[in-house]
């Protein structure tokens, strides 16, 4: 096991640059999912002939890079996934910065603007944090029993991706505490601990536990889910429902059961609050505390409480609906 105390730092840009100013140090835009930003570049003499370069930098990736647009003082070409949602920005003439518009979940990482003349090329680089919550996600069948790609698929399906190490730290220093360990983005298996106690790393100290590399389509452990926020709402109808009537219920008010992911995006970005038990999609019962109170899970910190996933059809909970 190992617990890193500080994120690794993105590379910095040379200590000289001779076209484009130096961004700050550790330069970092952050959005929600969903939102429009713009990833600085600005050049502070231009070359006779150039071009730039705006690549999204994705470490472990096998293949060709992963170009976002090409531009020159003419034109640009927009290039892959990301391309159809970039734009320049082109505030003055020496305005290279990137745009992107409906920011999505795997949108962020860094993003290198390159300015290419043949001679002299040289980058900066500029970090995109997308705001959201990091989430542990079990099975429906019980603890540890998914592969990494399952992993990715459970994730996808409650309205979010793997989240990041970095995300998972962020998490962590915000004070996620969970001892079960999960899935990564990048394949490995972790866990964030503030407590150490019994079974998680009593003799330890605080941070993120870490397993040695494992195979992703042999190994079976839980998942660390992220979401943002979602254009949508959450709300609760009351009732005793089983899953199927829970589900019928959202319906008739044009709704659908939500997903565990947009539970967590209402209880963190909305502070929902709801002192009551109800199904979600994935036949899980749960409900979001922002206040923590005495008889409402009786745990000292806000979050999302879990009653697992009980037999759904002679348990009876209300409904968390999503529109």
Known sequence: FNFPHNIPSPSTSPS???YLLEPPVYAEVVGRRGENVTLPCILKNKPDHYKVKWTKLEPGHVGPENIVMISNAHAFRRHGRLGPRASLRRAHNMDASLQLGGLQLRDGGRYRCELINDIDDESVVVTLRIEGVVFPYQSHKGRYRMTFHEAQVACEE????LASYEQLYRAWTEGLDWCKAGWLQ???VRYPIISPRPACGAQRHPGIRSYAPKDKNRDRFDAFCFTSLTAGSVFYIPGAFSLEQAGRACGRRAAQLALVGQLYAAW????????????LRDGSVRFPIGTPRARCGGIPESGVRSFGFPDNTSHLYGAYCYR
């Open 16 to 18: 000289k640059l001779k």
């Open 268 to 279: 963190h970005f909305r502070g929902y609050d709801r002192c009551d038990g109800g199904w």
């Open 158 to 161: 409650q309205d979010g991706t």
């Open 186 to 188: 990048d394949g490995s």
